[in-house]
């Protein structure tokens, strides 16, 4: 935590001469659809100077060119995708907070799901193994019971009785 | 002199950790008490000369001697009393050696606690204890030592990180590192039982109070890390899913699963290889999140690699440790016997599926921290994982954990009826379904998943609540005969359904501050008003003030509901003068579990300024929640049974050998 702030201090405010907000008044756009769009699409793209933001929480001067540029995109009537596309294609996948699903990615997001089924497969498999066991384990300790056991078992029975 | 005094302390803590380290494990395997009772009195002389190094070093912040570097990189003599004081940790070398000191204090405990241990298993115990502290001791020394001194001392220090002067850090990283370092001791009870090759019942009772308390602090500190960075980053965000935040988190989903699978052990004997893999695990995550914080490596990888000394020590200590351990257990787990059976719809089942949804959601976690480092240094592809990655993978992971917390408890132990559980959970499910419908109707269908997500959090916690109701059995025997029973409970019985109370306040509270968050962002001059939630806001002004150690602006704000007066905030924009960096410090009203925040942007000239404001319903419940699920485990802790004593299988073996003479 220390580290983290530390760390998103220095490399973002120590850019700025005076602190800005993010999402500043001005950038705001007019129509609320348009912005409600830039919002959602800002929380999605990081701030590439900074310790892992997105440009809708920084106060980077960089966060906020780029916010700009996203309503730009957004004005000039491009879709969600078309914007997300452009801003890759000129900064790379590094912007994405959200990695794309591709083959350098699969690990990354089959990792949840993948230790889900596994560790399902595990337990059903303990469990079947653990039940084979147990009745093999009947199964032999059935008959183990000498005669004399078997009076001594009688004799109880009977005394109970 | 007295630094060097500090130094030479923990010097000789370092020898003392090598005697620790090797005779008490020596005399448990020759069977030797006089090694073995060497355990107790070392572990607490370390623990007292690592707290006279620790008490120096305070020492010379208190004092503002810039003849230590450390002194002179994070302190600077018009600092705060308060801050001088929090600084010795503010910093890499200092909170190394508060980690090393909280280990050392565990350590010192099951020395002096641990009384009632079997004799072998204490002094093994204490002895792994005794590596882990040689190894950070050693990485102090060799790479971090907080007492160098500088031969031109400057007059004056360059302050500490204006971010870290903050009531925050007085708190969180010492509740952190207590959470963090606890597991140690899980760890090291583990590794020892592995060595002896005898895990029980009893030893299920002993590590599962060392599991609470560790447990109990890293919530009260996660929660208190999130609370900071919420008032003060100044935009109202409380979790960030940043590498540092996932570093303390993981080990909190291992550990709260390992609490969970210590109780099938404790109560049926089953579980225990895993049991014991989840303890090297949760306490490997905390060493692993202890490297990712260290070491640098999470600022870059190639930074990593040109100041390499401190994150390859760290990361030699944990390949050491994890590694050492996982083969430990690879060669000893088959050896031990299987416990009890169970059929799948059980208690037990119950808790294994708990433990399945939180291993996979750690699993998922891990991955998408340490991805994009792995990928970077294997491939030079860089991509980067954020919050909405770990909210679609983590949160569907979630849902059906939270959905089965009401049936857990009242499922039986071996064999379970679930039809039976159904009924009893009606009234629970009828009423998170009315709290369902009821925010459909206030806030209409455009928001889908909120009105479920509060369903969910009302399930869980009248889950808690109908658990104590019935196990006291209220309705069947009257209220005062059933007050008895409530009084009578056992203490883990309310942790239980407490802890699942404030699980469900937390979930509550991260539904409702997200989903119907209301906000504005604006350029506001004297005497402007914004209207927000039924809140009028005027804005009165700014001026300037001079704090000790910073100057700020300071915008007057006051709040009125229907015309009356019902706060005055004073949100800030600091600028520290040491460093000349700049922070906002946000202006916060608490009305009921909700709050307006208010925090300051750029001045716009004559007097005009932007403000950002923020409703936020119900968020002080995500906090109130952690708080109540470390009361879950206080009570869980105070419970009797883990008092009085686990049955001494030692004596059961001297009573079957005597039988057999």
Redesign the interface.
Known sequence: MIQRLFLALLLCVSLLAAPALAVAPDEVLDDPVLEGRARALSAGLRCMVCQNQSIDDSDAPLAKDLRVLVRERLVAGDSDEQVIDYLVSRYGEFVLLKPRFAWHTIVLWAAGPVALIAGLIAIVAALRKRARNRAAANDVSAPKLTAEEERRLQALLDKAD | MIVEFGHYALVLAFALTLVQSVLPIWGALQKDERLMAVAPPVSVMLFLLVLLSFVVLTGAYLNSDFSVLNVVENSHSAKPLLYKFTGVW?NHEG?MLLWVLILVFFGALVGVFGGNLPADLRAVTLSVQGWVTAGFVLFLLATSNPFTRIANPPLEGSDL?P??QDIG?AI??PL?YVGYVGFSITFSFAVAALILGRIDAAWARWVRPWTLLAWCFLTLGIAM?SY??YY????G?WW??????NA?FMPWLAGTALLHSAIVMEKREALKVWTVLLAIFTFSLSLLGTFL?RSGV??SVHAFATDPARGVFILGLLCIFIGGSLSLYAWRAPMLK?GG?FA?ISREGGL?LNN??L???C??V???TL?PLV?DAV?G?????????FN???GP?MVPLLLAVPFGPILSWKRADLGAACQRLYATFGLALLLTLVTYWAWGMDKVLAPLGVGLAVWVMAGAISEIVTRVKFFEIGFKRGFARLVGLPGSAWGTATAHFGIGLTVLGIVTASAFQEER???MRPGDVVELAGYQMTFEGAAPRRGPNYTEEVGHFSIRQGGTLVAELDPS?RIYTARQ????EAGIYTTGFSQVYL?????RGDGAV?V?VYFKPLITLIWIGCVIMSLGAVFSIADRRLRVGAPKPARKRQQSVAAAE
């Open positions: 503010g909170s990180n971010i870290l850090l969180h990283p952190l890390g900071w960075a003060e980053l100044g935009w965000g960030f899913w940043d590498p540092v935040e303390s914080v999470l600022t299987q059976l799948p294994v399945l949804f291993t996979a959601a699993a998922a891990f991955v998408g991805y990928l491939t592809e860089k991509i980067s994982v954020g919050a909405p990655f679609l993978t983590f992971l962002v604006l350029t924009k960096m700049p922070t906002t925090s300051l942007g750029e001045g932007d950002r």
